[in-house]
């Protein structure tokens, strides 16, 4: 069955360090989404892609980095982690255009940043 | 700047009865209103969706009323069911939700209580 998934699925770090999240896809969407949630904040996206070598900024950007090489893959980078990025964070797919807009999350990734 | 209000942040409600969720938007370029259910440890995952076109939407238990002149969307969960406790987001998107990211509410925490 196709699927989204993202790795690792708990993650600690501390503050300064560059941390990669991975973000796997198998249904060839053309479309992936990085969003963040936080209590009270419900979720925010952070960077999102339309496809291979395309990469946008969404509303909580900074701090973060992504890029596109595959269809299947969009990992999101932290620069340099701060305590403000202590979240969870999910990654998304979407088919392209309007034909189909459902967003499928993958299960999420748990980061604590010391 | 907060583009969807999303109340009440929790709700109990007796098993069998009527949950509702409200929210509101801000932006009139918003052209699709999906709910996203979250269950604990899961990423978020579509449950019902609606475009501005129609006033109401119903798929099994789950209804979504529309109104846009007020611009506000809510969720009414029938017969509720102690399987329905879970968060709730609303959400909203200009082109369909497809290529762009999603503007989520902060949720709603949905206590059924058997």
């Known amino acids: 069955d196709a699927e989204i998934t993202q790795s690792p699925r708990h993650k600690i770090t501390e503050t300064g360090r560059q941390v990669t999240l991975a973000c796997h896809q198998t249904w060839n969407h053309n479309n992936m989404f990085w969003y963040r949630q936080d209590l009270g904040h419900g979720l925010r996206l952070i960077h999102y892609s339309y496809g291979v070598q395309d990469t946008n900024k969404g509303e909580v950007s900074d701090g973060y980095s992504v890029s596109r090489s595959n269809t299947e893959d969009l990992p999101l980078t932290l620069e340099s982690a701060a305590s403000s990025q202590t979240s969870v964070y999910f990654c998304?797919?979407?088919?392209?255009?309007?034909?189909?807009?459902?967003?499928?999350f993958g299960p999420g990734t748990r980061l604590l940043v010391l | 700047q907060q583009q969807v209000k999303q109340s009440p942040q929790s709700l109990i409600v007796q098993k069998g009865g009527i949950s509702i969720i409200n929210c509101a938007y801000e932006n009139t370029a918003f052209d699709y209103f999906p709910w996203y259910q979250q269950f604990p440890g899961k990423g978020p995952a579509l449950l019902i969706a609606i475009r501005p076109d129609v006033s109401e939407k119903k798929e099994g238990r789950f209804t979504i009323s529309f109104n846009k002149s007020a611009k506000q969307f809510s969720l009414h969960i029938m017969d509720s069911q102690p399987g329905d406790s879970a968060t709730y987001f609303c959400?909203?998107?200009?082109?369909?939700?497809?290529?762009?990211?999603?503007?989520f509410g902060k949720g709603t925490h949905l206590i059924i209580q058997p």
């Open positions: 959400a909203a998107s200009m082109s369909g939700g497809g290529a762009d990211g999603l503007t």
């Open positions: 998304a797919s979407s088919e392209s255009g309007r034909a189909s807009e459902t967003q499928y």
